[in-house]
């Protein structure tokens, strides 16, 4: 009796209940744009916000010698520590709903990873710890790789077959034909 009446409340409301598609939100409640395509956010925003990080660490090596390529100033250090501010939020929203790709669960936790290690490694860079940033930075970049494994070079060779050249990691046993 009690799923009567939900359906015939459904019925009356058919917009709000239609499966898969959530209510438009009130007034005065949380609104979320997710329209960007995953390659904008992440070429407009993951991977900036990766690079103001890492650019900032390590050596480089020239005809001239090794180079730290450490901050020397405040406004150096800073520009480390905005972007690992960056890829804090770019985790939140990656969860977003009509973000977030299934298999969610798994889609999730790289998110929050991603989040997770970018706490560590914004807290290296307000302490100008060079070894640290380095070594964080790294784990960050584990992150990318392991999404990007799953939910972006998994489904291509699923598409396009056995991948050609060295580029792709070879193919699972349970992938192949
Ligand atoms: C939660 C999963 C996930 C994480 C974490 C992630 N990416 Fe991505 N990334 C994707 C997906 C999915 C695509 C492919 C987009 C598509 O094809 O729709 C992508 C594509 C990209 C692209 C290509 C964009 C283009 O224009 O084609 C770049 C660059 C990129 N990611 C950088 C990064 C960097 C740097 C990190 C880590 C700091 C990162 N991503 C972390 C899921 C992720």
Sequence with gaps: MKHLITLAACAALLTACSPGKPAAPKAGEPKFNTDLPMTE?????VDPA???YWKG???????????DLSPTTDEGWDVLVTGATMLMEAGNALQLPGRARAPEADWNKYAQMLTDRAIIARAAAEKHDK???FDEGGKVYEVCVACHEQFVI???IKANGPAKGDP????PDDKKK
């Design 168 to 171: 792709l990691p070879t193919i």
């Design 41 to 45: 956010f992440m070429g407009h925003f």
């Design 131 to 133: 070894q640290a940033v």
């Design 154 to 156: 998994q489904p291509d």
């Design 50 to 52: 990766a690079f103001m």
């Design 57 to 67: 660490s390590g050596t480089m090596i020239d005809e001239q010698g090794e180079h």
